[in-house]
């Protein structure tokens, strides 16, 4: 009962809420309503090794879930097989989206953004390569999402949301900010869609400035800078 993970009956964790406020708003924006979901940090059956990625769904051919329902259908299923391990790495998966991203981004009319949710309650222990993974994926149209649940110390995250400063590290440097922090302790007491509109309010920019300034495919729309409720 202890773990952020605890489900008591249909009462929805901070995971699962974060997962749903997040969903609703951008499965409309995707044709197919498949989505890969994976967990990081675990110990899987049968053989019990740790794994820094891993298919919800349990099925490593096919990790996509359809819709949010199955997205939350598969962590339910996960949550009660897995033995939930550190350490926390979330390089694995940050390389694992870009790869489809770069891949996507090969193609002549490139039309794909992928968004990243990573939701964490834990202090990154990869920290370097995950500003790495940032810093190569910020030249690919995707875009990361970082929800931090419960009450750890998420410096290190701020650091990656790259608002006030561009990301860098080892003379490399972000070719744009694509990472968005949000704290879920600041809105689990409001509105789902509260915390929705403020972990997605930087996507707008994050898409025109990869198409604008990176992929140069011409002039984009900009985004709407209006009050944020």
């Not at 007491?189 to 707008?204: D, F, Q, T, W, Y």
Request: charged share 15%; hydrophobic share 40%; net charge negative.
């Amino acid at each position: 009962p202890s773990s952020l993970h605890y489900i008591l009956g249909n009462r929805p964790n901070q995971y699962t809420q974060a997962i749903t406020a997040v969903g609703n708003v951008i499965q409309d924006y995707d044709s197919d309503q498949l989505y890969p979901a994976y967990g990081f940090g675990a110990r899987l059956p049968p053989t019990w090794q740790v794994s820094h990625q891993f298919s919800l769904n349990g099925n490593p051919a096919d990790p996509n879930c359809h819709g949010i329902g199955g997205i939350l259908a598969a962590y339910h299923q996960c949550i009660n097989s897995v033995q939930l391990y550190g350490p926390t790495n979330a390089s694995p998966i940050i390389n694992n989206v870009a790869a489809m991203a770069r891949e996507a981004a090969r193609t002549q009319q490139a039309k794909d953004y992928y968004i990243l949710l990573l939701l964490t309650d834990g202090i990154l222990t990869d920290m370097a390569q995950t500003i790495q993974g940032i810093i190569s994926a910020s030249e690919l149209p995707m875009s990361v999402i970082i929800v931090g649940i419960g009450d750890a110390d998420f410096t290190d995250m701020e650091r990656l949301d790259g608002d006030d400063k561009v990301l860098s590290m080892g003379g490399r440097k972000a070719k744009r900010d694509i990472v968005q922090f949000v704290p879920f302790a600041d809105f689990k007491n409001g509105s789902s869609a509260r915390l929705a509109a403020h972990v997605l309010k930087e996507i707008p920019q994050q898409v025109c400035d990869m198409y604008n300034d990176v992929m140069h495919v011409g002039p984009m729309f900009q985004p709407f800078q209006g009050p944020m409720s």
